[in-house]
């Protein structure tokens, strides 16, 4: 079992930055694939960013150059910096822990909010 908590979300005006940390409990973070999704409303979720245990990261193209992901294996945390925020980065941000193919645990979610 594993326990996700994601924090950093609020109110920010277009251009601004922001990082979410997504703090996770137990064991062998290390060997966890991290990932963050975005839930805007009237949305489907959208995989946002993914960094593997072998720390490769992948981008959705909406971010790519903007958003960065990376993780602190000693502090069991994934982060999501996020600059050049744009009003359609609005969203609720998600992260997962990926064990395998058939198990995974998703965080509570916060809001971010990009103002024009």
């Known amino acids: 079992q594993v326990q996700l908590v994601e924090s950093g979300g609020g109110l920010v005006q277009a251009g601004g930055s922001l990082r979410l940390s997504c703090a996770a409990s137990?064991?062998?973070?290390?060997?966890?694939?991290m990932r963050w999704y975005r839930q805007a409303p009237g949305k489907q979720r959208e995989l946002v960013a993914t960094?593997?245990?072998?720390?490769?990261?992948n981008y959705a193209d909406s971010v790519k150059g903007r958003f960065t992901i990376s993780r602190d294996n000693a502090k069991n945390t994934a982060y999501l910096q996020m600059n050049s925020l744009k009003p359609e980065d609005t969203a609720v941000y998600y992260c997962?822990?990926?064990?395998?193919?058939?198990?995974?645990?998703w965080g509570q979610g916060t809001q971010v909010t990009v103002a024009s």
């Open positions: 997962r822990a990926v064990i395998n193919v058939l198990t995974s645990y």
């Open positions: 137990g064991d062998n973070f290390s060997l966890i694939d």
């Open positions: 960094i593997t245990k072998g720390d490769s990261t």
